[in-house]
């Protein structure tokens, strides 16, 4: 008797079942973990132990001075906690300083979106910014000037990364190739503060610019490379993302032809096309220190690509989301963090990918991660426009 559209309504029949199941998987877990926590408490209890109220998750624990009902005691807490603490269920802003944040600077100079932003790792210190319109920019962190455009490809630029040891970029785009180009800029000298005791000079009015001209030099003001030192077009689909493998010498991308591709810098030699996605790929990154790359997919998965050892190349699988895979990234340590548009964040060790070692469970779905270097924060972007950080 429904007046809904068939196809509207088998669809919302299949997502109303996957509520069904991530309720039905939460509700398992849950009894297994009473069960788990009820066995302890017998076992306290048998060792003259007794819990105040009964309830292990609100009750203080009264022990006797055993060693072994102090060691019983401390695993059933520390069962409950890692258990429980698997599952965040939402971010939640932080209180003190932590949670104040204001605008420092502005890089205005684009005319479309921007897809991707990334930090040389050498001096000097610049912020490089992919986007829509076809150009790649390099900017002054500290003045938010333009020192550089790149513009040698014919589609939108999806991805930025730097040589880690030399002034070169990487860019991803939607021309079907991924450019490697050098590039020289010298920062500007920083401003003297302002004389506020000047007078000030009001006969220029800002009304009177030209519409889109900005404070100080505009990206077709700037020095523009053109030619890329080398061009790497095996694919034949959209490259939506590129990265440097450690030291420099190789660099791998991923695209919507669902492969992804091995390339040697120096020669621009296709070395291994990477095939097992089901869909289109959505992004790639590298390891910091080793040769490991991860590719994420639309078809719900990511994959590891292990070239530690030239004579194999293995691939691990990591099933767990049930929705497009939009990222997935290394920490410093031996674990990967995967976002996807079921509204998850998923955190993998790389020793054990039948299950992940805890789940993040967002409003939203995500649409790109990083980790901090040096900490254990991972900062999420996702649909309700804002960023997320779980230390």
């Not at 105040?52 to 609100?58: A, F, L, V």
């Not at 490259?239 to 040697?264: F, H, K």
């Not at 997919?297 to 699988?317: M, Y």
Request: charged fraction near 20%; proline fraction near 4%; hydrophobic fraction near 35%.
């Amino acid at each position: 008797d429904s007046k809904l559209p068939l196809s509207l309504r088998n669809n919302l029949l299949d997502l109303f079942g996957q509520i069904e199941r991530e309720f039905e998987n939460l509700y398992i877990e849950n009894l297994e973990l009473r069960r788990e926590i009820d066995s302890l408490n017998e076992r306290l209890t048998g060792d003259g132990q007794t819990i105040e109220g009964g309830d292990p998750t609100k009750g203080a624990l009264k022990t006797k001075a055993s060693h072994s009902t102090s060691q019983l005691s401390q695993k059933l807490k520390t069962t409950y906690k890692a258990s429980t603490s698997k599952i965040v269920s939402s971010f939640k802003a932080t209180t003190g300083s932590r949670a104040l944040c204001q605008l420092l600077k502005e890089y205005v100079g684009h005319r479309d979106g921007i897809w991707d932003l990334s930090v040389t790792r050498t001096q000097p210190v610049v912020l490089g910014t992919a986007s829509a319109d076809h150009s790649a920019l390099l900017w002054s962190i500290e003045t938010g000037k333009c020192l550089l455009r790149y513009a040698g490809h014919a589609g939108s630029v999806n991805s930025i990364k730097f040589h880690p040891t030399e002034q070169m970029a990487l860019t991803a785009s939607g021309d079907q190739t991924a450019h490697i180009w050098r590039y020289m800029v010298q920062l500007p000298a920083p401003q003297p503060p302002p004389d506020v005791s000047a007078p000030c000079d009001d006969d220029q009015d800002s009304s009177d610019r030209e519409e889109g001209e900005v404070d100080g030099e505009g990206p077709c003001e700037v020095p523009t490379v053109r030619v890329a030192t080398a061009t790497l077009k095996s694919h034949q689909g959209v490259v939506i993302a590129a990265d440097w493998l450690v030291g420099g010498r190789q660099v791998v991308t991923a695209s919507w032809d669902r492969a992804a591709n091995l390339y040697e810098v120096e020669t621009s030699e296709l070395v291994h096309t990477l095939t097992g996605h089901d869909q289109e790929l959505t992004h790639c990154c590298t390891h910091p220190t080793q040769r490991l790359v991860v590719t994420s997919s639309r078809d719900t998965t990511f994959r590891l690509w292990d070239f530690r050892d030239p004579s194999i190349h293995s691939v691990n699988v990591f099933q767990g989301h049930t929705d497009t895979v939009t990222s997935a990234v290394f920490t410093v340590g031996d674990n990967v963090v995967s976002g996807s548009d079921d509204r998850t964040v998923k955190v993998w060790d790389l020793k054990n990918m039948r299950s992940p070692i805890a789940t993040i469970r967002t409003d939203s779905a995500v649409n790109r991660m990083s980790v901090s270097a040096n900490q254990r924060i991972i900062g999420l972007s996702h649909m309700t426009l804002a960023v997320d950080c779980l230390a």
